[in-house]
Every structure is written in C-alpha cells, then in structure tokens.
C-alpha cells in the first residue's frame, strides 16, 4: 500500500511563510485526488487544499489566497506553500488522498508564533 511522508514544517512567524512537501512510495498523484489535511491541538483533522489529477486546485474558505498546492507525478511529490501565516494555521499537517484512503503518515508541525 502506498505511503506519504510529510516534511517542511517548523517555527515561524505570524506572517511568515513555510513550504511543506508530501512524498508517496507509489505514483499515485497521477491517479487520485490528492490533499492536503491538518489538526490544530484539541481540534477534529480538516481538509485544507486538494489538488487534481488533472492539476486543477481548491482550498479551504480560511486558508484562499494564502496557500497554494501543487505537485511533481514524476516525483512522486505534493507541496503546499503557506504564506501569510497565522496562528491559527497551528497544526500537524498531513497529506493523502481526498477520501483520505491511505494510512495516515506522521504529519509535519506547523507552528505560528503571534
């Protein structure tokens, strides 16, 4: 079965910014939605962004305009750029599928300092 691995997050900012990326063990971006999830401390995991086979990307209300996906099928690669943080974009960050279908990877701290 395929799995992710998480990376890129760290201390930063209120208004900082932070490149997560999201590697699978299989090519999988080329054939399934693909997105990108998070849970805030004491909070239930949202969906944030998701990406298309295709390319075409959508995103959470409160996160529009300040995110961007996208992805490398030949690497087998899913990114998330974050600008403009806020505190509130405090979480562990995950990626799977937007069903979510695969077993969910070890995530990657995100943290927004105010």
């Known amino acids: 079965q395929v799995q992710t691995v998480e990376s890129g997050g760290g201390l930063v900012q209120a208004g900082g910014s932070l490149r997560l990326s999201c590697v699978a063990s299989?090519?999988?971006?080329?054939?399934?939605?693909m997105a990108w999830f998070r849970q805030a401390p004491a909070k239930q995991r949202e969906w944030v962004a998701g990406?298309?086979?295709?390319?075409?990307?959508t995103y959470a209300d409160s996160v529009k305009g300040r995110f961007t996906v996208s992805k490398i099928n030949a690497k087998n690669t899913m990114y998330l750029q974050m600008n403009s943080l806020k505190p509130e974009d405090t979480a562990v960050y995950y990626c799977?599928?937007?069903?979510?279908?695969?077993?969910w990877g070890q995530g990657t701290q995100g943290t927004v300092s105010s």
């Open positions: 799977n599928t937007i069903s979510p279908s695969l077993p």
């Open positions: 299989g090519s999988i971006f080329s054939r399934k939605v």
């Open positions: 990406i298309a086979t295709g390319g075409t990307t």
